[in-house]
C-alpha cells in the first residue's frame, strides 16, 4: 500500500466514524427530548415533591395516624388512600379504591426503607422514613391486585405482601357514606 | 515484560477463589427461592447469602482483577518493571484482611444487610470496617498507577501513551472517584452510628450518597473488559485496532459522564426532585455514547480480522472468522449479552418507563445479563489469555475452555430472561422465598425454576474455568513471549494533548458531580428532621 492510499483509507475510516458518532448523539438527544416531553405533559413522571415527616412521631399526630390510615373520597370525587409500611406489613394491609377514579396515594415508612409495588401496573414507588412518597394512580379494571414489599427491610421482607382491591365506583361511594376511613382488611 | 508475576497470580487467584464462593451461594439462592427447593425455615440465612453474594461480587472480584490486570498492563505496555511493588503487595493483604473482616460477621447474621447497606438497618461495625478496607486496598493501586504512568512520561517525553495503559489509569481514575460516594456513607453515616456514637441517620442522604458509587461502579468493573476488547481482542484474532483515537474518546467519556448519572437509582426515591432526576437520566443517555462507539470500533475491527483472513461480501467475511478461538467466541457471547442488557439499561433509566420494573427481578435480571454476563466473559478472556504468561506453562485444552465459555453464556441466558420476564410480572427483589401457592404468583413458577436450572449451569461453568486454570499451573512449562497488546490501523506517531493525558477530564468528572450531586446532597444534609432512628440487625 502506498503511502497515498494509507492516507486516503485512514480518511474514510474517520469519516465513518464520524457519522456513526453523529447518528447516536442524535438518537441520545432524541431519547431527552421525548423523556422531557412525556414529562412536562405528565403524561407519566417520576415523584417531583420532596416532603418530609418524622417516622417516630407518626403514630402520635399529623396525617398519618392510625385512625387516618386507608381510603377516603373527597369533595371533588378524588380519592386519597394514606399508608404506612412497617417491619413486615402494611397498614392498611388491604387497600380499597374504586375504579376509574383519580387516586392520590400518600405513604411512609415508620422504621427502615421498604417500597410498594402494585402488580400488574405501573404503581412503583420507595418508603424512605423521614420522607413523604405520594403517587397518582387511575384503575381501570376492578379486582385483587398484590402490593408486594420492594425493597429489602431486613429478615421479614419475603413476607411483606399487602394488598389492593379496586371495586365499582359506586360500591365505594355507598360504602364512604359512612364516613371514616375505609380499607378491605379481614375481608 | 511480566517481572512481578506472582503479584498479578495472587490478585488473580484470590480473585477468582472468592468468585467461585460466591457463585455457590448464588446458585444456592437461585435453588432455595424457587419451587424445587424447600423452604427455609428461616429465612435470615438467605440474607446472610445474599449479602456474602453482593459484597463479593461487588467489591471484592471485579476490583482484585482489575487490580492484578492493571498491573500485567502497567508492566506489559509500558515495558518497565513495577514501582511500588511493596505497596502493591501492601495494597493486597488490605483486602485480603477487609474481606475476611467482612464476611465473618456476615457468616454470623450480623450484617444481613445487603451490599447496599440499606440505612437505617444497621450491621455489626466490623462488616462495614471490611469494606473500607477493601477500598483504601484498591486505592493504593489507583496511586501505583498514576505513579507507573509518570515515570514513564518523564522517560518518553511526549510519546503516546499505551492505548491499554491509557484505559487502565482512566478506570482506576474513575473508580477513586466513585468509591467516595460509598466511602462518605460508611464514615460519615453509617460507622459513627454501628459504633454506637450515634443513633439516629439519614436515610434518605445515604441512598443519595450511595447512588454515587452504584452506577458509575458498574463502568469501573466494565473498564477491564473494554481494554480487552480494545487491546487484547483484536490481536488474539489476528487484526486490528480500526481507530487507536475514538477507542481513546471513548474511555474518556466514560470517566467523564459515568459519574454524575447515579440519581437513576432514585427515581422512585421521595428525598430527590424532579429536575436532578431528569438530569441524571439525560446524563445517563449520555453514557450510551461510548458503547456505541465501542461497539462500532470493536466491529469493525473483527472485521479488519476477518478480511485479513480472505473474508468477503456485506456479510460473508462473519463465516471466516476464527472461532474456535477462545477470545473470538468470548467476545461474541459479550456483545450478545451487552446487547440484550444494554437494551434493558435504556430501560432502567429512563425517566418515565423505570416505574414499571423498579426493583423487580428484571433489575437482578439487568445486571447480572451486563456484570455476570458481558463483563466476566470477558474476565475469564482475559485470565486464559494472561495465563501463559504468568505461570509459563502451556494452557492448550482450548476444547475445555470454549466448553467453559458457552456454558457461562448459556446459563446466563437461561437465568435472565426469565428473570426479566418475572420482574415485568411484578415480582419483588430480594425474597427469601414465594408463595408459589397463591394463584396470582402460581404462573411465576416456571419462570422461576427455569432462572434455578440456569444458576446450576452456571456454577458448573464456574468450576470447569477454576479447573482450567488450575490444571495450567501444572502444565508442561513453555515460553510464551512478551505479552503485547493490539496495534491500530494506523497508529500515529502523535497524540493530541488531550487524548494522551487525563488532567482535564479528572477535572471535567469531578466538575460534573459537583453540579450534579452537590445541591441535591447539600440540601438534604441541611434539611432538619429526617434522621431517623437506627434500625440494628441481629441485635435480638
Not at chain 2, 511500588?84 to 450484617?111: E, H, Q, T
Amino acid at each position: 500500500m502506498s503511502a497515498e492510499e494509507t492516507h486516503h483509507s485512514a480518511d474514510v475510516a474517520a469519516r465513518v466514524e464520524r457519522r456513526w458518532a453523529a447518528i447516536f448523539v442524535i438518537v441520545i438527544v432524541m431519547m431527552a427530548v421525548l423523556a422531557a416531553f412525556a414529562g412536562i405533559h405528565r403524561a407519566t413522571m417520576p415523584q417531583p415533591r420532596v416532603e418530609t415527616t418524622d417516622p417516630s412521631r407518626l403514630h402520635l399526630s399529623g396525617e398519618f395516624v392510625e385512625s387516618n390510615l386507608g381510603s377516603v373520597l373527597e369533595a371533588n370525587g378524588n380519592v386519597t388512600v394514606r399508608a404506612i409500611g412497617q417491619q413486615y406489613s402494611f397498614t392498611p394491609a388491604c387497600i380499597v379504591v374504586p375504579a376509574d377514579t383519580p387516586i392520590t396515594m400518600r405513604a411512609t415508612s415508620a422504621d427502615v426503607v421498604h417500597g410498594i409495588l402494585i402488580q400488574g401496573t405501573n404503581i412503583n414507588t420507595m418508603l424512605v422514613p423521614g420522607y413523604v412518597s405520594e403517587q397518582l394512580m387511575r384503575f381501570t379494571k376492578t379486582g385483587d391486585y398484590l402490593m408486594p414489599c420492594q425493597e429489602f427491610c431486613s429478615f421479614g421482607h419475603e413476607g411483606m405482601w399487602g394488598k389492593v382491591k379496586v371495586i365499582d365506583k359506586t360500591d365505594f361511594a355507598n360504602r364512604a357514606k359512612a364516613g371514616g376511613r375505609l380499607s378491605c382488611v379481614g375481608e | 515484560m511480566l517481572v512481578n508475576r506472582k503479584l498479578i497470580l495472587a490478585h488473580f487467584w484470590f480473585a477468582f477463589a472468592v468468585f467461585g464462593v460466591a457463585l455457590t451461594l448464588g446458585a444456592w439462592q437461585m435453588f432455595i427461592r424457587s419451587p424445587i427447593g424447600t423452604w427455609l425455615s428461616n429465612p435470615e440465612l438467605y440474607y446472610r447469602s445474599l449479602t456474602a453474594h453482593g459484597t463479593v461480587m461487588g467489591y471484592v472480584f471485579p476490583t482484585l482483577v482489575a487490580m492484578g490486570f492493571g498491573y500485567a498492563i502497567s508492566e506489559s505496555a509500558l515495558e518497565q518493571r513495577l514501582v511500588g511493588v511493596r505497596w502493591a503487595w501492601a495494597g493486597f493483604w488490605l483486602i485480603v484482611g477487609g474481606s475476611i473482616m467482612a464476611v465473618i460477621p456476615i457468616a454470623l447474621g450480623r450484617a444481613s444487610v445487603l451490599y447496599t447497606f440499606y440505612p437505617p438497618l444497621i450491621g455489626n461495625l466490623f462488616y462495614y470496617l471490611g469494606v473500607v478496607l477493601v477500598v483504601v486496598g484498591s486505592w493504593i493501586w489507583v496511586a501505583l498507577m498514576s505513579i507507573n504512568l509518570r515515570v514513564w512520561r518523564k522517560a518518553h517525553p511526549g510519546a503516546p501513551v499505551p492505548l491499554a495503559m491509557f484505559a487502565n489509569v482512566a478506570g482506576s481514575y474513575l473508580w477513586a472517584w466513585t468509591a467516595v460516594g460509598a466511602a462518605l456513607e460508611l464514615l460519615l453515616q453509617i460507622i459513627p452510628v454501628a459504633a454506637g456514637l450515634k443513633a439516629t441517620i439519614d436515610a434518605g442522604l445515604a441512598r443519595v450518597f450511595f447512588s454515587w458509587t452504584l452506577h458509575a461502579i458498574v463502568y469501573f468493573w466494565l473498564m477491564p473488559t473494554y481494554i480487552a476488547y480494545y487491546t487484547i481482542v483484536p490481536r488474539a484474532i489476528g487484526g486490528r485496532v480500526y481507530s487507536d483515537n475514538m477507542a481513546r474518546i471513548a474511555f474518556i467519556l466514560f470517566l467523564v459522564v459515568a459519574m454524575p448519572i447515579g440519581m437513576h437509582h432514585t427515581f422512585a426515591d421521595p428525598q430527590v426532585g424532579a429536575g436532578f432526576k431528569f438530569v441524571h437520566s439525560a446524563f445517563t443517555a449520555l453514557v450510551t455514547l461510548p458503547t456505541f462507539l465501542t461497539v462500532f470500533t470493536i466491529c469493525a475491527s473483527v472485521e479488519i480480522a476477518a478480511r485479513l483472513r480472505g473474508g468477503r461480501g456485506m456479510f460473508g467475511w462473519i463465516r471466516v472468522l476464527p472461532w474456535d478461538n477462545p477470545m473470538m467466541l468470548a467476545l461474541a457471547f459479550s456483545f450478545v449479552m451487552l446487547g440484550f442488557g444494554g437494551a434493558g439499561g435504556l430501560i432502567n433509566m429512563s425517566y418515565q418507563l423505570d416505574a414499571s420494573i423498579h426493583n423487580t427481578q428484571w433489575i437482578t435480571g439487568h445486571f447480572h445479563l451486563i456484570f455476570g454476563g458481558a463483563i466476566v466473559i470477558m474476565y475469564f478472556a482475559i485470565a486464559y489469555d494472561l495465563w501463559p504468561h504468568l505461570t509459563g506453562r502451556e494452557l492448550n485444552d482450548l476444547r475445555l475452555i470454549r466448553t467453559q465459555l458457552w456454558l457461562w453464556f448459556i446459563g446466563m441466558i437461561v437465568t435472565t430472561f426469565p428473570w426479566h420476564w418475572v420482574g415485568i410480572l411484578g415480582m419483588p427483589r430480594r425474597m427469601a422465598y414465594f408463595d408459589f401457592g397463591d394463584p396470582a404468583i402460581a404462573p411465576q413458577a416456571l419462570s422461576v425454576t427455569f432462572s434455578a436450572i440456569g444458576g446450576f449451569i452456571l456454577l458448573a461453568s464456574g468450576i470447569l474455568f477454576l479447573v482450567i486454570l488450575a490444571r495450567g499451573m501444572r502444565a508442561p512449562q513453555a515460553e510464551a513471549g512478551s505479552y503485547r497488546f493490539a496495534v491500530a490501523v494506523h497508529q500515529s506517531a502523535t497524540v493530541p494533548v488531550a487524548l494522551n493525558t487525563h488532567a482535564l477530564w479528572v477535572a471535567l468528572m469531578i466538575a460534573l458531580t459537583i453540579t450534579n450531586y452537590g445541591y441535591p446532597i447539600l440540601t438534604l444534609a441541611t434539611t432538619e428532621g429526617t434522621s431517623v432512628p437506627a434500625v440494628y440487625v441481629g441485635a435480638q
